[in-house]
Structure formats: C-alpha cells, structure tokens
C-alpha cells in the first residue's frame, strides 16, 4: 500500500469515527450537543479539505512522475547521442581529468572507455604541446576564456602515429565548480586536402609563370621574324616582277616556290603572335559599327578561288533585320576567313554553307554558322579541336597540313567578344561551327 491509499484509509476511518461521536453526542444535555456538534463539523470541514488536498496531491505526484518519464527518456537520448556521435566527446573536470567519454573518442586514442575515465586528458596530447594545453585549461577555469572553438592541436594516442585533432571546449558551471565540455575532430584528412591545395596553387602559380615566359617569348621571336620574312617576300616579289630580270621557268618556279612558303611561314608568324597576345591579354579590339552581311559576302569573294579551284560551292545565306552591329572588323574577318578556309580545307565534295541570323526570341545576339559537307571530327577529338596546335590527323604524312592555330585563335577572339563558339560533328557527313555574338559589344570587357 503506498502513502496515497494509507492517507486515503486514515481520512476514511477519522470520518467514520466522527459519524460514531455524532450519534453519541445525542444523548448529552442541550448545550454541550451543540458545542460538540459545532467542534465536530469543523473537524469534518477540515477532513473534506484533506481530501481534496490529497487530490491535489495525487496530481502532483502523477505530473511528477511523468516529468520524471520525461527526463529519464531525454537523459538516455543524451546517452545514446553522446556515446553514438560521430566525433569524440568527452567531459574533464576543472583540471582535465577525463569523467566521461564516448565510444568514437575511445576509438579515436586507440584505448578502451573503461581505461578514459580517471586519466587525465593532457597524457594523450603530443609532449611538445602539453605546455600550450594546460595553458589554455587555466583560462578556463579562472574565467579569462569561456569557449575555445576549432583550437588546432596534436594528439597522441595510446597506439600509432600522432595526428592533428580540432577542438571545441566549453566549460559548464555548477554548485562543486565547473565541467570542461570537449569535441575533438581528427582533421589529418584536411591537412592533407589543404597541404595538396597549397601544393597545386604554387603549381599553378609557376605554370601562370611559364605561360607568362612563354607568351613572351612568342611575342618576341614572332617580331623577330617577321622582318627577316618580310624582306624575304619583297625580295621574291621583285625577282618575280623585276622587268629586266629575264629567270628561265625553273628559276621563276623556285622563286614562286619560295614566295608561296614564305607567304605560308608569315601566316603562321602572325597567327602564333596573335595567339601570344591574347593568352597575356594584350589583343584589344576596337569597336566600329560593322554590317555583319557585307563582311560575310565581302570574305567570301576572297576566298572564291580556293572554292573553284575544288570545285565546289560556297552559299551565304542571311536572315537579320538589321546588319549592323558593334564589333571590330578585322577581328571578325579573322574568325570568318579561319572557319570559311578550314571547312574549304577538309571538304572535297559539296561546299560550304554559311548562315547568319538572330538567336531565336532574342535579337540583341546574333548567330553565324559555317556547314561544310567535308571529312567532319570523331568525337574524340571534339574536346579539344580548339586547344592550340591541335589536329584531328597527326600523323606524319596527314593529307591536310594545318598548324592547328586558326581555331584556337578563333574560339580565344570570341570569348574575347563576349560570345561563344561551338561545334557539332559526324565522320564523314561534314561539321558545323557555331559563333554566337552580342550584336553589341561593350568597351571594356
């Protein structure tokens, strides 16, 4: 029987008890029934307030009991979350002495949690900086510190190698004085990450370095050979063109000869030098208003006789409202003559397609595309058809001679114009360049 039925019987045998006294009392003269009776009503008051007390009482105790279910489930989901978490948790006293500790920080210094309890913490710190631990302990415990979060520090556990350990300490108050809270995380992981980081900055700072040294260099050696070639040309020129200079037909076939290699060679001088220029970001362009649909037609009759001499055909189609945009021309003309001759280059039945129109639903950009019906690109080779000096046919004696700079130099001028430049391929059906371009450049960018 607990202490509620026990107060429950006494209330119930004081009233009984009472009722007994009632009926006693009938018998006694006038004026003592009436003071007796008057006593025991206060008495009977009182017993019903008793019971409604006791009611109070039973609440209470069912509230506490509850509140007592209550905290007893938060303490074992304390529990469980402490002893399961995923980074080691442990609880010192004022002095570091290890009073509780999860099974992962059991893990962590290789002993078991029975062993943890009763140690002190600083004998699994590395000996060069116990020194600089209990240091950080005294702030704590005189106040000068409440937390200390992410405090970087090596730890030594009872087997294998020291590693580096991030800690979060708190200190939490109490009557008997205070508990040191701890988190540590092992974070040999990102040492390792940020170690490997710091290592491929400075990698790529010497690489920027060598593509600074290198683009110098091209720049150099491209001026410097371009007077030597200019000479060389203007003296085949003159040869060629010399009336008083009578060359028999061989002679005039190896000057011609070196005319046309020369021309070739300054080609690619000016191509490696332009290329050098905007890798170092020295290619500035000059905005004009250009008409987008002469520059086409107008390129395309310099290249006619590359068409005619394949026998092929080259067609311009153009579907823009308004042909003028903001651009600089011969940049442009640049792109169109590397796109229109490569796709002359690599077809030898058909032709050549060119067509310029808006981007659908959007007529602030424009869209030039060249379609040629040629050998086209396998698909491995698409990713990195514009990287500089790439070419689909590397063998020896490739049927196309080609230096692999035009596109390369044609995608660099149209990220220069703020736009892009994409290709679609299938062997032996053709390819399809795609410039898409602001129709208005911003000075500046």
């Given at each position: 029987?607990?202490?509620?039925?026990?107060?429950?019987?006494?209330?119930?045998?004081?009233?009984?008890?009472?009722?007994?006294?009632?009926?006693?009392?009938?018998?006694?003269?006038?004026?003592?029934?009436?003071?007796?009776?008057?006593?025991?009503?206060?008495v009977n008051v009182s017993l019903e307030e008793l019971k409604v007390a006791r009611e109070q009482l039973t609440?209470?105790?069912?509230?506490?009991?509850?509140?007592?279910?209550?905290?007893?489930?938060?303490?074992?989901?304390?529990?469980?979350?402490?002893?399961?978490?995923?980074?080691?948790?442990?609880?010192?006293?004022?002095?570091?002495?290890?009073?509780?500790?999860?099974?992962?920080?059991?893990?962590?210094?290789?002993?078991?949690?029975?062993?943890?309890?009763?140690?002190?913490?600083?004998?699994?710190?590395?000996?060069?900086?116990?020194?600089?631990?209990?240091?950080?302990?005294?702030?704590?415990?005189?106040?000068?510190?409440?937390?200390?979060?992410?405090?970087?520090?090596?730890?030594?556990?009872?087997?294998?190698?020291?590693?580096?350990?991030?800690?979060?300490?708190?200190?939490?108050?109490?009557?008997?004085?205070?508990?040191?809270?701890?988190?540590?995380?092992?974070?040999?992981?990102?040492?390792?990450?940020?170690?490997?980081?710091?290592?491929?900055?400075?990698?790529?700072?010497?690489?920027?370095?060598?593509?600074?040294?290198?683009?110098?260099?091209?720049?150099?050696?491209?001026?410097?050979?371009?007077?030597?070639?200019?000479?060389?040309?203007?003296?085949?020129?003159?040869?060629?063109?010399?009336?008083?200079?009578?060359?028999?037909?061989?002679?005039?076939?190896?000057?011609?000869?070196?005319?046309?290699?020369?021309?070739?060679?300054?080609?690619?001088?000016?191509?490696?030098?332009?290329?050098?220029?905007?890798?170092?970001?020295?290619?500035?362009?000059?905005?004009?208003?250009?008409?987008?649909?002469?520059?086409?037609?107008?390129?395309?009759?310099?290249?006619?006789?590359?068409?005619?001499?394949?026998?092929?055909?080259?067609?311009?189609?153009?579907?823009?409202?308004?042909?003028?945009?903001?651009?600089?021309?011969?940049?442009?003309?640049?792109?169109?003559?590397?796109?229109?001759?490569?796709?002359?280059?690599?077809?030898?039945?058909?032709?050549?397609?060119?067509?310029?129109?808006?981007?659908?639903?959007?007529?602030?950009?424009?869209?030039?595309?060249?379609?040629?019906?040629?050998?086209?690109?396998?698909?491995?080779?698409?990713?990195?058809?514009?990287?500089?000096?790439?070419?689909?046919?590397?063998?020896?004696?490739?049927?196309?001679?080609?230096?692999?700079?035009?596109?390369?130099?044609?995608?660099?001028?149209?990220?220069?114009?703020?736009?892009?430049?994409?290709?679609?391929?299938?062997?032996?059906?053709?390819?399809?360049?795609?410039?898409?371009?602001?129709?208005?450049?911003?000075?500046?960018?």
């Amino acid at each position: 029987m607990n202490i509620d039925n026990q107060l429950l019987q006494q209330i119930e045998n004081v009233s009984s008890r009472l009722t007994q006294m009632h009926e006693c009392v009938q018998d006694l003269p006038a004026y003592k029934v009436e003071v007796i009776t008057e006593v025991l009503e206060q008495v009977n008051v009182s017993l019903e307030e008793l019971k409604v007390a006791r009611e109070q009482l039973t609440v209470q105790n069912e509230q506490l009991s509850i509140t007592r279910e209550q905290l007893e489930r938060e303490r074992q989901r304390y529990k469980e979350l402490f002893e399961f978490a995923p980074d080691a948790y442990l609880v010192t006293d004022d002095n570091g002495t290890i009073r509780e500790a999860n099974y992962t920080a059991a893990v962590l210094l290789c002993v078991s949690q029975r062993f943890l309890v009763g140690k002190p913490l600083s004998i699994f710190v590395a000996e060069t900086q116990r020194r600089d631990f209990r240091l950080r302990i005294n702030q704590l415990k005189v106040g000068e510190l409440e937390r200390l979060r992410e405090w970087e520090l090596r730890m030594q556990p009872r087997r294998g190698d020291s590693f580096e350990v991030a800690i979060t300490v708190s200190a939490v108050w109490n009557p008997e004085g205070f508990n040191l809270r701890w988190m540590l995380r092992d974070i040999t992981r990102r040492k390792q990450v940020e170690a490997q980081l710091g290592q491929m900055h400075l990698e790529n700072l010497r690489l920027q370095e060598i593509a600074h040294v290198k683009s110098q260099f091209l720049s150099a050696i491209s001026h410097e050979l371009r007077t030597p070639m200019n000479a060389i040309l203007g003296f085949s020129q003159l040869l060629l063109r010399h009336p008083h200079l009578s060359l028999e037909p061989k002679q005039v076939q190896m000057v011609e000869r070196i005319h046309d290699n020369g021309h070739n060679l300054l080609g690619l001088i000016n191509d490696v030098l332009d290329l050098s220029k905007v890798d170092a970001g020295r290619m500035d362009l000059r905005l004009e208003e250009v008409d987008v649909v002469d520059l086409v037609h107008k390129t395309t009759e310099e290249l006619q006789s590359l068409v005619i001499e394949k026998h092929l055909f080259l067609q311009v189609h153009t579907e823009l409202q308004n042909p003028i945009i903001s651009n600089n021309r011969s940049r442009l003309r640049q792109i169109l003559v590397n796109l229109v001759a490569n796709a002359i280059k690599f077809t030898e039945t058909g032709g050549v397609r060119i067509v310029v129109r808006e981007v659908e639903g959007d007529l602030e950009r424009l869209i030039i595309e060249v379609k040629d019906t040629g050998i086209g690109i396998p698909q491995e080779h698409i990713e990195r058809i514009f990287e500089a000096f790439e070419q689909v046919d590397r063998s020896a004696k490739r049927d196309y001679q080609s230096t692999g700079l035009g596109l390369a130099i044609s995608k660099s001028l149209v990220e220069l114009m703020q736009g892009t430049i994409t290709v679609t391929s299938q062997v032996g059906e053709g390819s399809t360049f795609c410039v898409e371009l602001p129709r208005q450049l911003k000075a500046g960018k």
